[in-house]
Structures are given as C-alpha cells and as structure tokens.
C-alpha cells in the first residue's frame, strides 16, 4: 500500500480501491479517493448524468461551448472520452469572441490549443462578425449605460444566440454547455428570488420541433471536483478573469450557497433533487413561440438578442 504523500497526514486508504492514499474526501457521502479512482469516478459520473437524464444520443453532432475556462474545458475532455464509445456521435467545439481586450485572446489561444491536442476543431466566432460590433465598444462608448444593462447581461445574452447560430451552421443536434450543480442551483435561485414567471428545467434536453437543445453534463459534478480533475489531468485554462466581472447578486447567492453546503454537505443535490421534481409538475407549452426576425424560439415578439442588437445598433448609428 502507497504512503500518503504529506508526512504525517493519516487519511487511510482510498474507499475504492483500498490500495492507495486518497486525495480527496466526498464530505456529503463520507468516500475518500485516490488520484486514479477520482478520476475514473469523475467520468463516470458524467456518464451516468448523461444517461439518467438522457441528454446526449449515440449520434449526436455534439457542439461544445467552450470558452478557455476549467469548467468547459474539462468538459471537453470528459465527452472526449466518452465520444470514444459512440462512433457515430461527433464532437465539435465553439467559441464566441465578444471583443474583451486580451482578455479573450487568452481564452481562445488556450481553447485552440487544447482543442487541437485532441484533434477537435475549434470554430470561433466573433461578436464583431455576427453583429457588427464588440463588448468593448458597445461598453467604452457608453451604449451599454445608456441601456441600462450591465456586460454580462449583454455578453451573456448575445453568446448565447451566438452559440445556436454556430451550431445551426454547423448541423449540431445539440449544445453541451459547462454549467455545473453550483451554476444551476444558483440560477434556479436567481429566477426564484426575481420572480420569474417561465421557469424551465436547465441543461436538459427538451424535444420542441427545430429548436437545438442544450444540455449541461456537468449538472451534476461540483465545482471543486472540476478544479480538481482540471488539475490532476494538466488540463491549462485561463486563470484571469474578465475585466467586466463584478459583484453581483449572484455572487451574493454564490457564497451564500458555498457556506451552506459547507456546514450541510450534499445540499445542493437535495435542491436541485426537489426542486426540479416540482418543476416537472408545471405544464410546458409544447407550442414554440418564435422570433419576429431571427426565427428562435422565445416567450416574446422578439427574442431578447435581437431586441438587444437593435438597440445597440440605433445608438451606435446616431
Ligand atoms: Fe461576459 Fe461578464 Fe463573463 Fe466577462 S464576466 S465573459 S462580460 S459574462
Ligand atoms: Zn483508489
Ligand atoms: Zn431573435
């Protein structure tokens, strides 16, 4: 049996394979695991999320939105590896440039590189080329003020149109977004505490007619355990952050979260468990709804990205 690496440190011995020092403990179930049985435990976890919730299909054209960070990249890798079992499916990836600086530039230098290392092509695609503008001239000219919308509103909005137009040019069936347990509860929050009326389950597949789905396979994998497969498998991300990031109320509900799942380990499954169940019970219209000028589904006229880029669009113009 292997020692532990840090003398003196009486962990036992990994929970699965009983052989090895662990380096990592599962506080909510108590199991203690190795370096290799972690990350043989991480895959499959992401394995069984896929198949429990039926996101993904043997012959999926599978678009991952990547964006230099761990948690897409290790995405990316992950669904590398379970691709290798699925002959028909096909991985691609896509990045969205907003026009942040050298902020991007990092992300998408990364992004290619890794990519590439996998022999997945990387199909980028730029704020500028999609709707004439970028993130920092819409910010530095003072437009995003005007409209009283942060970045991120923007940014986050528009990337995500932009990612169903890299997808339908592509012929993807389906996105696979990087959203992990931690995003996705604090969303389901977010919309609660903003009274959202149209609540829909995130990142699972939903089947109305000519809308791409998205999917998020790390909905159920917690953000240390990413960091820390990010870690153990070398994977390289970008460790700066945006210049536009900023305290938010989501920030506020993040640590709000981290805190209490720390004093009550497995809590966010609980949430995420319960929740969901009620919202099964809402009736979703199958009916789609779709926009005014770009065709996407949308609980509006027009879609809120193209509101967005018509507006921006009036300013810049004037
Ligand atoms: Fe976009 Fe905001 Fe994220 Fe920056 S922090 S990439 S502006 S969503
Ligand atoms: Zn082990
Ligand atoms: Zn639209």
């Not at 026009?99 to 290619?112: H, N, Q």
């Amino acid at each position: 049996m292997d020692t532990h690496p840090v003398k003196g440190l009486d962990l036992g011995i990994c929970s699965n394979c009983g052989r090895r020092a662990p380096i990592y403990f599962r506080r909510y179930s108590g199991v203690k695991l190795c370096s290799t049985c972690f990350k043989e435990d991480f895959i499959k976890r992401v394995r069984r999320t896929i198949s429990r919730y039926e996101l993904l299909k043997y012959d999926d054209r599978i678009l991952v939105a990547v964006s230099g960070g761990k948690d897409s990249l290790v995405l990316l890798k992950v669904l590398y590896e379970i691709e290798q079992d699925f002959p028909r499916s096909e991985l691609l990836a896509a990045l969205i440039d907003e026009g942040i600086d050298s902020y991007r530039l990092d992300c998408s230098r990364i992004s290619r590189e890794f990519a590439n290392a996998l022999n997945i092509e990387l199909h980028e695609l730029s704020f500028r080329d999609l709707y004439g503008f970028t993130l920092n001239e819409v910010v530095e000219s003072g437009i995003a003020e005007k409209l009283k919308l942060h970045p991120c509103t923007i940014c986050g909005v528009l990337r995500r149109k932009a990612l169903v137009t890299a997808a339908r040019r592509l012929g993807a069936t389906v996105i696979a977004t990087a959203h992990t347990l931690e995003d996705i509860v604090q969303t389901y929050l977010l919309n609660l505490l903003r009274g959202e009326r149209n609540m829909r389950p995130i990142g699972l597949r939903r089947g109305a007619e000519n809308v791409i789905p998205r999917v998020a396979p790390l909905r159920l994998t917690p953000q240390r355990e990413i960091a820390l497969y990010a870690y153990l498998e070398g994977i390289p991300f970008q460790l700066r952050s945006c210049p536009y990031t900023h305290e938010s109320m989501r920030d506020e509900i993040r640590n709000f979260l981290t805190l209490y799942d720390y004093k009550y380990p497995g809590s966010l499954y609980a949430f995420l468990n319960t929740f969901e169940k009620i919202l099964e019970k809402i009736p979703q219209s199958a009916e789609v709804n779709r926009c005014e000028i770009c065709g996407e589904p949308t609980d509006r006229r027009i879609c809120r990205a193209c509101e967005i880029v018509l507006s921006i669009k009036d300013l810049l113009r004037n």
